[in-house]
């Protein structure tokens, strides 16, 4: 995977967190005390990797990051997504503890760098703050939980109909009836992650092509209207 130096940019006027979890918000007023700027990253670089301890929180403004476990025998598996909103890191640092799981970027990124002992030191002197990272850790258990229910319960079919809706809200080409979207993970990764083979994967997409859910052209898939996807009324996903 790349490590490349970040690149610095000020942040947009425009809040660029569209915070999945609203209580992430929270950070924007602490990132305007600390004066701490965004930086740009391309897809591939490793935020943090498994093993490492953890020394920064990564508030992920802008794109989306994979979580990655690496088994002993050097395979990688992708334990799960988080979009625009999210915390990366967060526990291992309020624990004191390696992380355990390697967090890449899956697209082109925007991220905040936050150091653990200046984060730390800001938590045990805020109780606002502090009842925050409590219910974004909170967040974080409920979305583990509702993962594991969707491998357990939801169909195939099903969960490649709500990843499709969960990119697109997060797509800028997003309109009222259409989106135009590309996947941040390669075709075998979005399999992986879906818990379904990469040929049953073309045998869906080939299935929600056929029913116009969806349409493919030059590399983008094109969804006539993102609401027709499968997916809960109000679920709330990083």
Not at 31 to 60: C, D, K, M, W
Not at 82 to 107: C, E, K, P, Y
């Amino acid at each position: 995977m790349a490590e490349l130096p970040p690149t610095s940019s000020t942040s947009s006027k425009t809040n660029p967190i569209e915070a999945t979890w609203s209580s992430a918000g929270a950070f924007l007023p602490l990132i305007n005390r600390t004066g701490l700027t965004s930086h740009r990253y391309p897809p591939g670089v490793g935020l943090f990797h498994q093993g490492e301890r953890a020394e920064e929180i990564f508030i992920l403004e802008q794109g989306l990051a994979k979580l990655v476990c690496s088994t002993e025998s050097g395979r990688e598996l992708i334990a799960d997504i988080r979009l625009a909103g999210s915390l990366l890191g967060l526990s291992a640092v309020i624990r004191n503890q390696n992380h355990h799981l390697t967090a890449i970027t899956a697209s082109p990124c925007h991220v905040i760098r936050l150091p653990a002992k200046h984060f730390m030191d800001l938590v045990r002197a805020d109780s606002t703050l502090a009842m925050t990272v409590q219910q974004i850790l909170s967040d974080e258990v409920i979305h583990q939980a509702a993962r594991i229910a969707e491998i357990a319960c939801l169909s195939a079919r099903q969960r490649l109909e709500v990843f499709i809706w969960r990119i697109t809200q997060q797509s800028d080409s997003r309109s009222r009836n259409e989106s135009r979207l590309q996947l941040p993970l390669r075709q075998w990764e979005v399999a992986q992650f879906l818990a379904i083979t990469p040929a049953y994967l073309c045998r869906l997409l080939a299935e929600l092509e056929s029913e116009e859910l969806i349409s493919r052209r030059n590399g983008w898939i094109v969804v006539s209207t993102h609401n027709n996807l499968w997916h809960r009324v109000g679920l709330n996903w990083i």
